[in-house]
């Protein structure tokens, strides 16, 4: 797998993985992706885990010890879930150390529930936080209303953030804004700066299956504007990051906030398998791929130098295209948000039964 993964980590994309499981952890195939495939990092949300405690038997000693201990489900949820994450940080460590603080990061979300409570978002990335215990931890936030001002809050009160379920451009804009918001009061707070890393998960795949639903089959647009989408994204990204605002957080070692390609499965069998990676290839970008796609590159991706920055004015058309053709762009991407808060809300509550049925057959 080693030389296409190396040839896409020497363009500037960090290699992630979009998986955990205690399976993975235990027979060492995380590490040995980290050893010998080039992956620097490691994303976790709760579809994730509800499918990890579903298949295997690995957690069954845990979910005895809490059953005995007469953890509550969602106490036992919560052990269960961080103990995979502090044990794939440590897993990851070296890369981190390696890079400096840059890779090596480990993702874990708050309670998808609390995506529209701003309080309860802050007190439950904090939480975590002390759980995992693991300077390499990445809490991940929903880019919601509701989550901005929670983004800001947990980056000054120094700790590391991963922004997750973006889909529109203003909405990244504004993530980049409570970015370097929480910055400037980590600063004034005492914090070092260059401790706090973040990361602003902007979703690919998604973008296409929804404007594809609604440009019906066989359009040409088909199949266009998920790419055209995150190549604006890091347009954006570079405008905000040339800022006088943001030099001063840089001359105070402050690294930037990476944009982040998630959702790079690709959905259409029509498609490409590999096209969300090898179209989105610019330095200083991440890409959390499932292992499938992962290995569909290191199969047979090619790696350009760079695919975005010289097609600003493709993408820009593109979506002109796609709103003449009667697509508001604006209603998709509210409609995925909240259809991406709904999912991870449904995934969460069937972690949740999972791991009460487990307790119940333990005690």
Same mark, same amino acid.
């Given at each position: 797998?080693?030389?296409?993964?190396?040839?896409?980590?020497?363009?500037?994309?960090?290699?992630? !993985?979009?998986? *955990?499981?205690?399976?993975?952890?235990?027979?060492?195939? +995380?590490?040995? *992706?980290?050893?010998?495939?080039?992956?620097?990092?490691?994303?976790?949300? $709760?579809?994730?885990?509800?499918?990890?405690?579903?298949?295997?038997? /690995?957690?069954?000693?845990?979910?005895?010890?809490?059953?005995?201990?007469?953890?509550?489900?969602?106490?036992?949820?919560?052990? @269960?879930?961080? #103990?995979?994450?502090?044990?794939?940080?440590?897993?990851?460590?070296?890369?981190?150390?390696?890079?400096?603080?840059?890779?090596?990061?480990?993702?874990?979300?708050?309670? $998808?529930?609390?995506?529209?409570?701003?309080?309860?978002?802050?007190?439950?990335?904090?939480?975590?936080?002390? +759980?995992?215990?693991?300077?390499? !931890?990445?809490?991940?936030?929903?880019?919601?209303?509701?989550? *901005?001002?929670?983004?800001?809050?947990? @980056?000054?009160?120094?700790?590391?953030?991963?922004?997750? +379920?973006?889909?529109?451009?203003?909405?990244?804009?504004?993530?980049?804004?409570?970015?370097?918001?929480? !910055?400037?009061?980590?600063?004034?707070?005492?914090?070092?700066?260059?401790?706090?890393?973040?990361?602003?998960?902007?979703?690919?795949?998604?973008?296409?299956?929804?404007?594809?639903?609604?440009?019906?089959?066989?359009?040409?647009?088909?199949?266009?504007?998920?790419?055209?989408?995150?190549? @604006?994204?890091?347009?954006?990204?570079?405008?905000?990051?040339?800022?006088?605002?943001?030099?001063?957080?840089?001359?105070?070692?402050?690294?930037?906030?990476?944009?982040?390609?998630?959702?790079?499965?690709?959905?259409?069998?029509?498609?490409?398998?590999?096209?969300?990676?090898?179209? *989105?290839?610019?330095?200083?970008?991440?890409?959390?791929?499932?292992?499938?796609?992962?290995?569909?590159?290191? /199969?047979?991706?090619?790696?350009? $130098? /760079?695919?975005?920055?010289?097609? #600003?004015?493709?993408?820009?058309?593109?979506?002109?295209?796609?709103?003449?053709?009667?697509?508001? #762009? /604006?209603?998709?991407?509210?409609? !995925?948000?909240?259809?991406?808060?709904?999912?991870?809300?449904?995934?969460?509550?069937?972690? +949740?039964?999972?791991?009460?049925?487990?307790?119940?057959?333990?005690?």
């Amino acid at each position: 797998m080693s030389d296409k993964l190396a040839e896409l980590t020497t363009a500037g994309v960090a290699v992630w !993985l979009d998986d *955990l499981s205690r399976e993975r952890l235990a027979s060492g195939s +995380l590490d040995r *992706l980290r050893r010998e495939d080039h992956v620097s990092g490691v994303t976790s949300n $709760p579809t994730i885990f509800a499918k990890a405690l579903a298949e295997g038997s /690995d957690y069954a000693e845990q979910v005895k010890d809490l059953a005995t201990r007469g953890l509550s489900v969602e106490e036992a949820t919560r052990m @269960l879930t961080t #103990y995979d994450v502090r044990w794939a940080c440590d897993v990851m460590r070296p890369a981190f150390d390696t890079s400096h603080g840059l890779d090596g990061r480990v993702s874990i979300e708050v309670d $998808p529930r609390l995506a529209d409570r701003t309080a309860e978002t802050i007190a439950e990335a904090k939480g975590l936080w002390w +759980l995992v215990d693991r300077e390499n !931890l990445f809490i991940k936030i929903p880019a919601t209303l509701a989550g *901005l001002p929670a983004i800001t809050a947990t @980056l000054a009160a120094g700790i590391s953030v991963n922004v997750t +379920l973006i889909f529109s451009l203003d909405r990244y804009k504004g993530v980049m804004d409570a970015f370097l918001a929480g !910055l400037e009061q980590a600063r004034a707070n005492g914090h070092d700066v260059s401790k706090i890393a973040s990361v602003a998960s902007f979703f690919v795949s998604r973008v296409d299956t929804e404007i594809d639903k609604r440009l019906g089959d066989g359009h040409p647009l088909a199949g266009k504007a998920a790419v055209a989408n995150a190549r @604006l994204a890091y347009e954006a990204y570079e405008h905000v990051f040339a800022s006088a605002r943001w030099q001063a957080l840089a001359d105070a070692g402050a690294r930037p906030q990476r944009p982040l390609w998630a959702s790079t499965g690709v959905k259409n069998p029509a498609y490409s398998d590999v096209m969300y990676v090898a179209d *989105l290839v610019a330095p200083g970008t991440v890409n959390t791929m499932p292992q499938a796609t992962m290995e569909a590159f290191a /199969d047979h991706g090619v790696t350009l $130098p /760079d695919t975005i920055t010289g097609h #600003y004015a493709d993408a820009k058309q593109v979506m002109a295209d796609i709103a003449a053709a009667g697509v508001d #762009y /604006d209603d998709v991407v509210d409609h !995925l948000e909240r259809d991406g808060v709904v999912k991870f809300e449904t995934s969460w509550n069937e972690l +949740l039964a999972s791991v009460e049925a487990q307790l119940k057959a333990a005690r």
